[in-house]
């Protein structure tokens, strides 16, 4: 019997790891075939960290503030991941604006969750910035990293309704519950082989995905 190894999943994160936790957890199901091969935080304090602690898991402090530049630290999480050769490196809540330094060796295997319907709202306070606009929806978007801030291509985006009198909190309740349901779909997807990053953007099976990726539904297999 040949046996195959599992992939590997690198996870970087800065606070709560809700996003993190739903890894671990599809991990040790089985939802996922993977293994985390280590987690990594920018934030000594990333309640994240415990998690991944009490989960077993390996992990690792990498404090920017121990930087000089961006590319200094981009470097030494580079150093910290290279040896591990992971499949696929999950930002999972990491509020670190990567530089090529970074981006380039994990290019194509670099997925990040953004809480808004991207293109709208690259950058912080999204919910906010939702609500201040007057929107009828929002919503969370798994995409590849490039070297654009929050502008590589979409992967999986899934909505919810504004409702009257929502503020960013309750809108940022509603919307986390959907990150946990599509960025494991869009991990799967890659770790089967089905999505690549091409110059002309993302595919799935072979087939271009559209500019806002893949709307989630209940029935996406
Ligand atoms: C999520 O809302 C994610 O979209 C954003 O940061 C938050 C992280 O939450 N990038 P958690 O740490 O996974 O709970």
Known sequence: ?????????AILISGR??????????CASGELEADIALVVSNKPDAAGLQRATRAGLATGCIDHRDYATREEFDQALVDALLPLQPDLVILAGFMRILTPVFIRPFYGRLLNIHPSLLPKYPGLNTHQRALDAGDGEAGVTVHFVTLEL???PPVIQARVSVVAGDTAESLAERVINREHIIYPIAARWHLQGRLKLKDEGAYLD????PPTGIQYHENLA
């Open 150 to 152: 929050d502008g590589g």
């Open 1 to 9: 019997m040949i046996d195959h190894p599992k992939a590997r999943l």
């Open 17 to 26: 790891g809700s996003n993190l936790q739903v890894f671990i957890d599809a």
């Open 206 to 209: 072979g087939d271009p995905i």
